[in-house]
């Protein structure tokens, strides 16, 4: 096939397709046009792909097509539909997408906390070295409690909230960069390890675990899922696939973004309870437990809801209503 006959022939018929598309109001007859052109289009399109590729005369029919099916068959949704879909579909697929990039950075933060703690309890010169031994001693014996219900609950959990949250966001959208979501893990990794060792070397290891792990599971956790989000940001980047690398990196900023926007509200689930549960007078297994189940919630949403929204085509990706058709932009 010469293309550039086709291109020729074609060229006044694809115009006429463009205009019908774009016409805010079709009369029946210019419906039936639409749709006969765009039929015609379609088989141009496939003698295209299939004699020459990908090329930009083929782009060019495939925006309009994509154009014509929108006016053709779309129907835009009401405003509130937008909600159930967000939380229903695109949210749990976005997180079902980071699920195995999550379990590497989960394991290395894990070492890094654990590796931290050992170190610093081991050795008196490391503990010396954080500081006066007497303000130490009343780290481990006041002031990492006290922290917790030294202000109103409703406020604390606010502030904790907000500045989880904007550390979250901050993962996902500095994730191109690929090194401010490792600085952010790699930082509280090492402020739990430590904290952890000044409470161990004064033999507080039990109020240790049992003031960070009833809100700390779930809190951790969502710092996690940012930093995985922001780092499968910057590897589409780097490993593009078959795409190029601006068409990666925006699909993967938009389907991943939504991360950000949903971790807010797991942020401020985990922040209620280290407000009004992590210092209460209750059992520490009660504590514990509230914590685990939250966190086992927020697991079965990210891998049962999330897997099934994936296995019926979800990406986590704006729809085309939502993100607009794509316009070739010629040079």
Not at 54 to 65: A, E, I
Not at 93 to 113: D, E, I, K
Not at 249 to 262: N, V
Not at 291 to 302: E, I, K, Q
Request: hydrophobic share 55%; aromatic share 10%.
């Amino acid at each position: 096939m010469d293309l550039d006959a086709l291109t020729a022939a074609r060229r006044e018929e694809w115009a006429r397709l463009d205009a019908l598309s774009r016409a805010r109001r079709l009369s029946g007859a210019e419906v039936d046009e639409l749709v006969t052109r765009y039929r015609a289009a379609s088989a141009d399109l496939a003698d295209i792909k299939t004699s020459a590729g990908r090329t930009p005369q083929g782009d060019y029919v495939s925006t309009l097509l994509a154009r014509t099916r929108l006016r053709l068959t779309g129907v835009r949704e009401h405003s509130g539909a937008l909600v159930p879909r967000f939380f229903l579909r695109q949210l749990p697929a976005a997180l079902y997408r980071v699920r195995w990039m999550l379990l590497a950075v989960a394991v290395g933060f894990l070492a890094v906390t654990a590796l931290v703690a050992t170190w610093i309890a081991g050795d008196p010169t490391a503990v010396a070295a954080l500081g006066d031994s007497a303000d130490l001693e009343y780290y481990a014996e006041e002031e990492f409690t006290s922290y917790y219900s030294e202000n109103p609950a409703a406020v604390f959990a606010g502030t904790v909230w907000t500045n989880n949250a904007w550390i979250a966001a901050q993962c996902v959208a500095f994730g191109i960069t690929g090194i401010w979501p490792l600085m952010v893990l790699v930082q509280n990794a090492v402020g739990v390890g430590t904290a952890a060792a000044v409470m161990f070397a004064f033999d507080r290891g039990d109020i240790f675990f049992s003031f960070i792990l009833p809100h700390g599971l779930l809190e951790i956790t969502a710092v996690l899922v940012a930093g995985a989000a922001g780092l499968q940001i910057f590897w589409a980047w780097v490993a593009p696939g078959p795409r190029s690398r601006g068409e990666a990196l925006a699909s993967a900023g938009r389907s991943l973004g939504t991360i950000a926007i949903g971790l807010v509200f797991v942020l401020a689930l985990s922040g209620v309870i280290e407000g009004f549960v992590t210092p209460a007078p209750w059992p520490v297994a009660v504590k514990i437990t509230i914590g685990a189940l939250a966190l086992a919630a927020f697991l079965a949403y990210m891998l049962v809801v999330g897997g099934r929204a994936v296995r019926a085509g979800e990406d986590g990706d704006l729809t085309e209503y939502e993100a607009g058709t794509p316009r070739l932009i010629a040079g």
